[in-house]
């Protein structure tokens, strides 16, 4: 279940960006998704030293959370990357653009750290979300 969301990817006298809207609002059942980590269904971290690796399971992670709460990417209004180097931040663009596509992308923000939960870690994803609601 989709809600219209309505992306200003560039708001008067903001200089526009290609990896982010910078605002994003809409109407809807509101999900917070706590930061995911690059662990498969077993608690095994996948893709060890490689951050697109990670990224795309932390996405798929998102993608199952999402669905949790009748969701999908297309209900995303917000994201927030926390990386352990920036660098990593190509391969998670990679992985992004791999389930956004070429449609609108939600806002962002993106952060590094000194660490993650774990010293194999590069990179964790929260997301928030609105979902229509019926009727």
């Not at 109407?27 to 917070?32: K, L, P």
């Not at 971290?45 to 990417?73: K, M, S, Y």
């Not at 993650?116 to 590069?122: D, K």
Request: hydrophobic content about 45%; some cysteine.
């Amino acid at each position: 279940m989709t809600t219209r969301l309505t992306h200003v990817e560039a708001p008067a006298g903001v200089a526009p960006s290609p990896q982010y809207s910078h605002v994003v609002w809409g109407n809807g059942r509101f999900v917070a998704i706590s930061g995911q980590c690059a662990f498969d269904v077993d608690g095994t971290i996948v893709g060890e030293g490689d951050p697109a690796a990670q990224a795309r399971q932390v996405f798929e992670n998102l993608r199952r959370c999402l669905a949790a709460a009748d969701a999908t990417f297309d209900d995303v209004v917000k994201l927030t990357y926390f990386v352990t180097d920036m660098a990593h931040m190509a391969g998670v663009r990679e992985a992004r653009d791999e389930v956004f596509g070429a449609g609108l992308l939600p806002a962002s923000s993106a952060v590094q750290v000194a660490a993650l939960i774990r010293p194999e870690l590069l990179v964790e994803i929260e997301a928030f979300a609105l979902v229509g609601e019926e009727g």
